[in-house]
């Protein structure tokens, strides 16, 4: 499905100002480090940003963050601080466990020097890590510096797709390189700007461009938005 042409959809730096205006300036990431990153997304499973930075924040001073740390805490230990992370928390305790062995293997300075420094070969690192798809080796180059991308999540890809930023596809990769390829000469100048930019992107599809009864009435951008015209809203 596709929803938009470009000349109809908002131009992506307008689109922002108008959400910064109803969000604020995004907060600071929680991590930036590449495997506190990996931790940050395999420690929980379906739940809110405030929960898995509590879950998050629980492992850093109960354990810590290193891949030593996680590697030689007991599991009882882990499963008990992801109580509350989502479903199955002796799974997440063993894909974190799975993380700490692989980065200990790699060499946590090898990971972050590779992230920052040589990005397709970190790519390929990256993705041998549970829970690291094309989307969160994205992120995580992002996050370091390395790869000029707004590494959607599925909130902010549904904003995106609905602001006709690439096209609504069966297979969800191929939507998400769409829209990574729609908003690639849009990207603002600065990493730090692009990822401010994600952030706002997905609070707005966790807030009011959500995937089921999405709050068009309090949504700043509607003006303009291809899917509130046509009604037709892509829903992942």
């Known amino acids: 499905m596709s929803v938009s042409t470009s000349e109809q959809r908002w131009p992506l730096a307008k689109a922002l100002a108008a959400l910064e205006k109803v969000y604020g300036r995004p907060r600071r990431p929680a991590a ?3 495997f506190q990153m990996i931790v940050w997304e395999n420690a929980a499973y379906l739940v809110d940003d405030a929960r898995r930075a509590e879950v998050f924040g629980r492992i850093r001073d109960r354990i810590g963050l290193t891949p030593r740390a996680i590697a030689g805490a007991p599991e009882s230990i882990l499963i008990e601080l992801l ?14 466990k799975r993380c700490a062995a692989l980065a200990e293997e790699i060499g946590a300075e090898h990971l972050r020097d590779t992230v920052r420094t040589d990005s397709p070969a970190a790519r390929k690192l990256l ?5 690291i798809g094309d989307p969160g080796a994205d992120k995580i180059l992002l996050y370091n510096g390395s790869a000029r991308t707004l590494a959607p999540d599925s909130n902010a890809l549904r904003v995106l797709v609905r602001l006709g930023f690439g096209k609504m596809e069966k297979d969800y990769g191929r939507t998400y390189r769409s829209a990574a390829q729609e908003t690639a000469a849009e990207l603002p100048s600065g990493f730090r700007e692009i990822i401010a930019a994600r952030e706002l992107l997905r609070r707005h599809g966790q807030e009011l461009c959500r995937r089921n009864a999405p709050r068009c009435e309090a949504c700043p951008l509607p003006a303009r938005c291809p899917a509130f015209r046509t009604k037709l809203f892509a829903a992942f």
């Open 83 to 96: 109580h509350d992370s989502g479903m199955r928390p002796p799974d997440r305790a063993a894909r974190l």
């Open 127 to 131: 993705k041998k890590f549970p829970g």
């Open 32 to 34: 930036t480090d590449p």
